[in-house]
């Protein structure tokens, strides 16, 4: 018996107990493939095939995956490779195999490493940063804009992306209105990524789960860096101040920054005086896009608006002409 037909022997006998959440496809002189499933999305199938000088020459190693990226693959390959060097002469294939099974273990990131990837590439170098924590199978995001500064923590479930990412706010110097739109908004895109909607319209496509790490980390750098050097609409200063400590935590202070719906930036005083001065019909429309102004703090309806300025008018009219009948 030859030392390859030894070897494949062996592999029959062992692969399964030894090599946990794997499959023996193929056992044969002319190729052997293994697949390893931790879980749907955490699955490597190995494959290895032998000239006829093996062992003392390396065997012939292809990674597949369907989830897994062609880059991440790529380099696990040449490192498995360079194992296999390490053992000419002597059997590789379980040497390799157990690399695989262990990385696939201490690389809980590697089902997102595509995501992270792009991610990445929209990161301003000098002010932002990404942090891979393979031991606690999350990333930790830190982005500034100025004196303004957030850091998240992002924690990815063993099921994913079946299962949303777990989002945590670590610090934020924002002001509390955008530290609050900034957590909400990247669970609402987390939660979207994993579940349909709960009125479903006619003429929507089916739904397709999608993975949420790209899409919350891709909403947290462009926000962040968004706003801080925006102007508000109506007076056209910068509506932050330079120093996050100088921010107006008064909500309803003339210096408050107000986001309206269409994702533009007002000072509450503007904006304020901006819905309940004339022209009323038709609502206020931003003077940015031109879509129409929603806000939580002014939700009566333009004619409502209109009644209130009528009538503050003609008080007006009455204090002043008492004041010229008495001057």
Same mark, same amino acid.
């Given at each position: ?98 690399? +695989?099974?262990?990385? @696939? &273990? =201490? ?5 997102? /490493? #595509?995501?992270?990837?792009?991610? $990445? *590439? ?94 919350? +980390?891709?909403?947290? @750098? &462009? =926000? ?5 050097? /925006? #102007?508000?609409?109506?007076?056209? $200063? *910068? ?89």
């Amino acid at each position: 018996m030859s030392i390859l037909e030894e070897e494949l022997k062996e592999l029959r006998q062992c692969v399964p107990r030894v090599i946990a959440d794997s499959t023996v496809e193929a056992c044969v002189p002319a190729m052997v493939r293994v697949k390893i499933e931790k879980t749907k999305y955490k699955q490597i199938t190995a494959c290895f095939q032998f000239d006829p000088q093996y062992p003392k020459s390396r065997a012939l190693i292809e990674l597949k995956s369907r989830y897994i990226s062609e880059k991440l693959l790529d380099g696990l390959t040449k490192l498995s490779e360079e194992l296999a060097d390490k053992n000419l002469g002597k059997p590789q294939v379980l040497h390799v195999l157990r690399f +695989v099974r262990n990385f @696939i &273990d =201490e690389n809980p990131l590697c089902c997102c /490493s #595509e995501e992270i990837s792009n991610v $990445k *590439k929209k990161l301003i170098e000098g002010t932002d940063e990404l942090k891979l924590r393979q031991k606690t199978s999350s990333v930790v995001l830190k982005v500034k804009e100025g004196q303004y500064y957030l850091k998240y923590n992002l924690t990815v479930p063993e099921n994913y992306p079946d299962q949303q990412i777990k989002i945590e706010e670590k610090e934020c110097n924002y002001p509390p209105v955008f530290r609050r739109w900034f957590l909400a908004q990247s669970v609402e895109i987390a939660r979207q990524c994993v579940e349909p909607p709960k009125k479903k319209k006619p003429k929507d496509p089916p739904f397709v789960l999608r993975p949420s790490m790209e899409p919350v +980390v891709s909403f947290l @750098i &462009d =926000e962040a860096h968004r706003y801080v050097n /925006s #102007e508000c609409k109506m007076c056209r $200063k *910068k509506a932050f101040p330079d120093d996050p400590k100088a921010v107006e935590l008064d909500e309803y202070g003339a210096l408050h920054v107000e986001r309206v719906y269409c994702g533009h930036i007002y000072h509450y005083k503007c904006l304020d005086t901006y819905i309940k001065t004339p022209p009323f019909q038709k609502g206020k429309m931003c003077h940015t896009c031109g879509s129409r102004i929603f806000h939580d703090k002014w939700k009566l309806t333009a004619e409502t608006v209109e009644a209130r300025w009528a009538h503050k008018q003609a008080k007006q009219r009455e204090l002043d002409e008492v004041v010229d009948f008495l001057s």
